[in-house]
T-cell receptor, first 110, second 113 residues
Framework: ELKVEQNPLFLSMQEGKNYTIYCNYS?????LYWYRQDPGKSLESLFV?????AVKQEGRLMASLDTKARLSTLHITAAVHDLSATYFC??????????FGQGTRLTINP | EAQVTQNPRYLITVTGKKLTVTCSQN?????MSWYRQDPGLGLRQIYY???????DKGDVPEGYKVSRKEKRNFPLILESPSPNQTSLYFC????????????FGPGTRLTVL
């Protein structure tokens, strides 16, 4: 059974700094997803990582996947307040079943 | 606009009063799923459907029913709601091929008194 763990669970950082959120998963996952959730809102798809070594970037966010280490990272560059949200990673257990991490609540302070 | 819609968005009800939360998608997705989100527990899958008339249990199906009579609709039914079903519910859909990226509805906040 696939288990997905994120760390840290809470992250408070200053604008302009860089940081990384880590997503470890326990068994083989064909693909890895990153979602963003604003308070009281739905989940917005950020990245879909389909293979080992995949790297995707959108603005100040960059996601990567290392299937050998069973690790995905979400890197934030020069953080801005608008990136404050909760970020989830999710692995695919098969048959479309997504298993989510606990989420990382990111707060970016001016 | 491509989207997943849910109704109602907010619902307060009492124990035992049957309710249905509707979910509809206009993207011709084969796959649809229901999740509940609870503080400290993340998102957990309740039921999913790979196509019309095909449904299966997720991780936390007890107390819930679903049906998939049409491709676009996937209602969640609580026959006798209890307070432990107070939660935030999300419907999601995706294609069965390609990236399988799931698109989520806006959520339904349910309170059972």
């Amino acid at each position: 059974e696939l288990k997905v763990e994120q760390n840290p669970l809470f992250l408070s950082m200053q604008e302009g700094k860089n940081y990384t959120i880590y997503c470890n998963y326990s068994t083989t996952s064909d693909r890895l997803y990153w979602y963003r959730q604003d308070p009281g809102k739905s989940l917005e798809s950020l990245f879909v990582l389909l293979s080992n070594g995949a790297v995707k970037q959108e603005g100040r966010l960059m996601a990567s996947l290392d299937t050998k280490a069973r690790l995905s990272t979400l890197h934030i560059t020069a953080a801005v307040h608008d990136l404050s949200a909760t970020y989830f990673c999710a692995g695919d257990q098969g048959a479309q079943k997504l298993v989510f991490g606990q989420g990382t609540r990111l707060t970016i302070n001016p | 606009e491509a989207q997943v819609t849910q109704n109602p968005r907010y619902l307060i009800t009492v124990t035992g009063k049957k309710l249905t939360v509707t979910c509809s998608q206009n993207m011709n997705h084969e796959y649809m799923s229901w999740y509940r989100q609870d503080p400290g527990l993340g998102l957990r899958q309740i039921y999913y459907s790979m196509n019309v008339e095909v449904t299966d249990k997720g991780d936390v199906p007890e107390g819930y029913k679903v049906s998939r009579k049409e491709k676009r609709n996937f209602p969640l039914i609580l026959e006798s709601p209890s307070p432990n079903q107070t939660s935030l519910y999300f419907c999601a859909s995706s294609f069965l091929t390609g990236t399988n990226e799931q698109f989520f509805g806006p959520g339904t906040r349910l309170t059972v008194l």
